[in-house]
């Protein structure tokens, strides 16, 4: 991934306030290890990189700090928090609850074929991400494809909890494709989601999106191996295997 801060930076919307923008950028770039877990974060060298005044900067220091993404260190400075195992199984626990009843309502609902044209569309430019591995396209692709679920049931606000708790999920996710988890097993998994709920059949589509959201499950012990300064070594235990359903 060739991704860096002023990439994201022109991605954000240029009709969006500073601080607005600063925040989406230093968060994705933090999701994305642009900002590696434990980086030092200078709030002068962050203004100068944007040509902004250090006021926006500060305020998406705080709104990172409650997101859980940086500590501030009084009179020592900001850092990239490292990866807490216990806060990625949490916000996994809180997205599958809540993603798991958006696929049941989808199911036993029905989607309108709007919905549905959209999400095969999706599936089909994620399985364009595959052979290149273009990464970063397909978790744009995949936020997308979970945002269509969510909207395409009229639950904004389950949306609004699972971009909360994403954050944390997604750092790891990053470090986990190609060699822990291909994209073509989660490009799998999501046009089985889509099937189960074309089907109606609500307890299919309720299993294949918690084998979805429990991958990482699978792919976190390894990437704690192999990557041991990115996580939080007072975090550290065993891994709680989850019983499927």
């Not at 230093?26 to 877990?37: E, F, H, N």
């Not at 220091?61 to 009179?75: D, K, M, T, Y």
């Not at 998994?189 to 294949?208: F, K, N, S």
């Amino acid at each position: 991934m060739h991704t860096t801060l002023q990439t994201l930076w022109q991605e954000t919307r240029e009709t969006e306030a500073v601080r607005q923008r600063l925040f989406q950028v230093l968060r994705q770039s933090i999701i994305q290890m642009v900002l590696a877990p434990g980086q030092a974060l200078s709030e002068k060298e962050i203004a100068e990189t944007f040509m902004v005044s250090r006021q926006p900067v500060r305020e998406a220091f705080i709104r990172l700090s409650e997101a859980g993404l940086v500590e501030v260190r009084p009179q020592r400075g900001t850092y990239v928090v490292k990866i807490s195992q216990q806060a990625v199984l949490e916000a996994r626990f809180v997205r599958e609850a809540v993603e798991v009843a958006i696929v049941k309502q989808a199911a036993e609902q029905g989607l309108a074929p709007g919905i549905l044209t959209d999400l095969h569309d999706l599936l089909a430019r994620q399985r364009r991400c595959v052979e290149p591995n273009d990464y970063d396209r397909f978790y744009r692709l995949d936020e997308a494809f979970h945002r269509t679920l969510s909207l395409g049931v009229k639950q904004q606000v389950a949306w609004k909890v699972i971009e909360e708790v994403r954050a944390q999920l997604d750092r790891v996710r990053y470090l986990s494709v190609p060699d822990s988890t291909p994209l073509s097993r989660l490009v799998d998994q999501h046009t089985r989601i889509v099937a189960a709920i074309e089907a109606r059949d609500a307890a299919q589509a309720e299993q294949a999106m918690s084998v979805h959201l429990r991958e990482i499950l699978v792919s976190m012990p390894d990437l704690m191996r192999r990557f041991p300064d990115l996580f939080d070594v007072q975090d550290k235990q065993p891994m709680m295997q989850e019983a499927m359903p």
